[in-house]
């Protein structure tokens, strides 16, 4: 009777590392694993892989079982040390003891080691049994379940929304980190996640850079800017640049041009996109692609031109920067040792406090390019040879051209904490050494 006793508790706690194992197991394989276990030929990785789909209802069966193994051989572990031990109350602490200690070391922490060491085999190995619970509990399943909803409801938290953009991003780091994505998905897919939060001010050309033309301008005139700058949309004002009246397509210029017309007015699409700087570029794309149009004008809150803004503009905040065949390109980062820089004046200050690992909010400068934000801390004008320390950096303003930064010198320090850690490093070692020393 005996044996049967040890027998059965021998059983339970065997029973009890399985499902730890197999809790383990299941939460330590990605979505992304279990999608490609779903493909398997194999009939075992295609049930974990539908486990591992219905998550909570998966643990919940294996807690039950954890849970009924676990109290079925505690319960027998009393009867047990009863039977063999006179004094009840010692009997009773005795089978505490001896139960906590086996279901701890044997049922709890060896096969969770095991199992975060090696998840899929254990969830493919313990698939079949695991499954034929999910169906035997499935009333129970079902009523914890109502339970859970019940307890999610009182105890949600005000506020409590669905999963921010941080965490999605934090999670692509990780699939990155874990091999499953390569850096290029991970940088594209952060780069949708961030999209709907870019305004057109992020990713405009500037009033400054636009190249446009007086409705008044010669037709030569107007062939030679095509030529020269290789734009295909060219606007057109009237008086002024913040009076844009029209956009003039190379393509039907030409046509025009050689059927012989000499008035812009006549070559030109009236049909113009005015947005202001705070449009989300998710929006605007959608507005253009609807329009079938590829620029818009950007006005300012005063009613002045302040930039343009073209399909290409808002695509490469998504895909990174796309070169035209006709483009002269340009690297905005030039690397000229290992710890010094070039960096061009447009550069946006987002990727530069990136690109330096600076421990700061972007958002908290009102600028969107390095040479605003030169300005910016500077508090003036930059000039050429200006130079300030930003961090650990180094900066000096190489060249102004229109009042405006084309590129600045970037020196990279040593972090202060580094240099306080490398100092305590090096007290400590001189420490430690002096300390050897009047050891011997
Ligand atoms: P396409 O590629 O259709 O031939 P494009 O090369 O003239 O057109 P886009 O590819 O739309 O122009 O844009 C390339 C870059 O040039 C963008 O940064 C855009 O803002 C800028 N750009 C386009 N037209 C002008 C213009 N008239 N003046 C100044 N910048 C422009």
Known sequence: MDLFYILAIFALVILSAFFSAAETAYSSITRVRF??????????????????????????????????????????ATLFFTRVIED??????????????????????APKTLAKRNPEPIAIFSAPLILFLYYLFYPMNWILGLWQKLLTKIFKKKGDTAITDEVLITYVDEAEDSGEIDAEESELIKSAIEFDDLTVEDALTPRVDIVAVDVTTPVDKVLDIFRETGYSRIPVYKGNIDNIIGILNEKDFYKLYMDGQKKIRNMMSKEVVLVPPSTKISDLLKRLQKGKMHIAIVISEFGGTMGIITLEDILEELVGEIWDEHDEIEEPVKKISDTEYEIAGQYSVDDFFDLFEIDRDPDDYDS???????????????????????????????????????????????????EELNEGLLLRGLKSSSDEESEE
Do not use: C, H
């Open 35 to 76: 999608k490609a276990m779903a493909e398997s030929k194999s009939k075992r990785q295609v049930w974990a892989a539908a486990l591992g789909e219905n998550f909570e209802k998966l643990i919940t069966t294996i807690l039950i079982g954890n849970n009924i193994v676990n109290i079925g051989a505690a319960t027998l």
């Open 88 to 109: 009840a109350t010692i009997a009773g602490t005795v089978s505490t003891i001896a139960i906590t200690l086996i279901v701890l070391f044997v049922g709890e922490v």
């Open 368 to 418: 969107v390019t390095i040479s605003g934000f030169v300005g910016e801390i500077l508090d003036r004008t930059p000039q050429e040879n200006d130079t300030l320390s930003f961090d650990n950096l180094f900066i000096k303003v190489l060249k102004v051209e229109y009042n405006r930064i084309a590129s600045i010198y970037v020196k990279v320090n040593k972090k202060q904490e580094d």
